[in-house]
């Protein structure tokens, strides 16, 4: 176990290095250049000059990356050149909301997913089946961004029940956390809807094999009850089999997390990667996304040590 | 084999208790009742994230709308007008020479910090923005010191009085000291926050600065020190709210009690609601198209004038833009009413008249133009929709107007470089505060891209040139205003642009908010500001 920790572990190095070099590559290819978005259209070319060398623009981009993999070292992400302020606080600043969001949702996208792919495989091709896999599928095709318009429109422009956009109420001094709560559920639901659908219409397979498979019939014959047949060992067993599914939903959760973010205005990693897109703001965008990455790699992480501690089979391999 | 028999006891209620939890977090809002700022609060959808709230490193107008209650100028611009007024400074004298400005200020006033402002608070301003030896220069960059670069140095005579002495002069001075890299910051603020002083503001200004919340809010509260009239407005808020449709959806609940740039549907639609104010100002703001004077056919004046004929501004502005622009006449934006003569001449809209200029050029059906738009941008508006409006004009007289489109910074890259002769025409807009400033860096012969200018269509005529010149040295107003008059006729004659739209900046506001009023400065002083 400790062993396959140290791997997995050790895998994450190569996974970031790969992925700020791809990021890295492409902000350079991105045409748009830093030193114009901070000198506005006022900008001499002389002026401009001056600002690329100050940026260090002036050098390669391989050139910049490595220098950026030093300071890397040294936990030193830079200075973002948008913001007026170092790369590292604002990330930090920025990473509470988004884990808040994406974190909230997996949880709730879970338990929401199978919740349906339980109630879909326990009463196979009735009413109630067939319900749950068009509310699944509806759940699959909705975009998230349409379905968080929605909400805003009907709960907080029409009923006035919950805010519009946020994390906190802006004119209240502190946060309290019926507050955050309040403007966390919109969001939540918008991206949670999504991974539910995705988890139910795997999971009702999942579970359909399941309480086919021996040992459920050799515990039905043992004559234990049906309930805790379902809730122990199915949930248990099928639990095991949608870890790595779960794992890969938190990938699209952050990637909803960009528009999602925009659109409640939360403030997380995901909108401040759009506005520093928009500003050619490199170290901003490597910083965001190396956050990011670091983030998926671990709950995918997370996900197969889960399935690891659900079924034996894997402790075995 | 998997064991049955040997589990732990179970836990059947696990899934009963967290469906509970969903239920019951479902549930706490809805006996809530909606929320609204409080009376005194005021809160104000932005734009954007701020990036500096340092009124000489900052370029954005979103930060400005910021600055311009934290802070205040020697000078700024009398309400409803883009003409200097008594600020900081009590009065000024300017020398028969126009190089000599003699202000003297305010006695009393503090800084939010509590630190005098007096001349030597002036003086520091100016050093740090211009002498890169100063030991806080390096607290920029300042994007807009050039504004200033005319000053040879700064005299004080008292700790109320001193001298601003021009290399040459220079009568834009008093309208850039209005605008917000005038703005006076608190040298013990610098010398204390250093780079970070952007984040942790201080002014002079009728608000001070509490808090920045990254993406929330930046929260300023009345300034109990202030020197001048003390508003109702115990607070302001200021949101970023990046998407319109989010800052269309606060307005309706409520959640803000004004926002800007909103889309034109948008706006004819809460003119129709009932319980809100829109309220509309034209800026001095101009989006025109750049002609290639140097060459291809656009070297001919009568092909640029024909290009002037054939394009229906009134439709561009009413049906492309439904009405947030208004037809732009001259070089010079109608925001500097002083300095434009309203019954100037200018291009109707003549399809016939545009053909027979091309027929006399030598041009039948079928000139090839090719046409740099780019995909959006400051100022820009709906570059890509008007350009193709443009296209379908050009394409009635006979021109195949073939567009190319770019990123804008990729853009302004391109064409602050100069037209290369391949490119015939360019989409542009600017956001000036006084009527010398694009002239001056876009019209003259030596403000080619070469020499570090932004005449990118090569434009060259020395009459205009001297007006230029001429105006920037004379001191007394009316004088310049008749010469602008002279330089925007010249210019109509030579077309070296088609003059298309001055952007009106557009505020949607909650029906309770009394005494708001959009300045042709774009800039939002709330001081007078209060909710019913």
Redesign the interface.
Known sequence: MTAYLIRRGLLLVPVLLGVSLVVFGVMSL????PA????????????LAD?RV?LGLDQSWPVRYLHWLGNLAHGDLGRSV????PVLD?VL??LG?TLLLGGSALV?GT??G??AAMLAALRQNRTADRLVTLLVLLGISIPSFWLG?LL??VF??WL????????????LPGATA?DV??HL?LPMLSLSLVAAGVLGRIGRSAAIDVFAAE?IR??RA?G?SE??IV???G?KAILARMAPVIGLQAGFLIGGAVYIE???????LG??L??AIAA?DLRLVQGGVLVLATAYVLVNLAADLMQHGLD?RTRAA | MPGCMDERPHRTGLLAVACCAVVAVLTIPSGCMRELPPDATLVIAQTAEPRSLDPQVTTALNDFRICANLYEGLVHYRPGTLEPAPGLARDWSISDDGRVYRFSLRPGVRFHDGSPFDAEAVRFNFQRLLDPDHPDHDTGPFPLAFFFEQIERIEVLDALTLRFVLKEPFAPFLSNLAYPTGFMVSPAAVRRWGGDFGRHPSGTGPFRFVDWQAGRRVQLARFTGYHGDVTATETLIFRPITDPMTRVAELRAGGVDLAFELSPDNIAAFRRRAGFQVLEATGPHLWFLILNSRDGPLADVRVRRALNLAIDKQSLVHNVLRDTAEVASGPIPRGFAWAVNPSAATFPYDPKAARALLTEAGHGDGLVLRFLVPRGGSGMLAPLAMATAIQGDLARVGIDARIASYEWNAYLARVNSGLDPEADMAAMAWMTNDPDTLPYLALRCDASPAHGGFNSGYYCNPAVDALIEQARRATRRDERASLYRRLADLVHQDAPWVIIASWRQNLVAQGRVQGLRLEPSFLLPLARVRKQ
């Open positions: 991105v045409p748009g250049d114009l978005a901070i000198l506005g259209p006022y900008a001499t070319p002389e002026r600002l100050e948008s913001l007026e302020r604002t600043e920025r909301p709730m338990l929401l199978f919740a318009l805003i429109l907080a422009v006035g029940w919950l805010p519009v956009s946020g994390m906190t109420t802006v004119w019926a709560l309040r559920l040992h050799l515990c043992r234990i309930r805790r809730l122990v060992h949930l925009t659109i409640f205005q939360w403030p997380g909108r401040m759009v506005d050619r034996r």
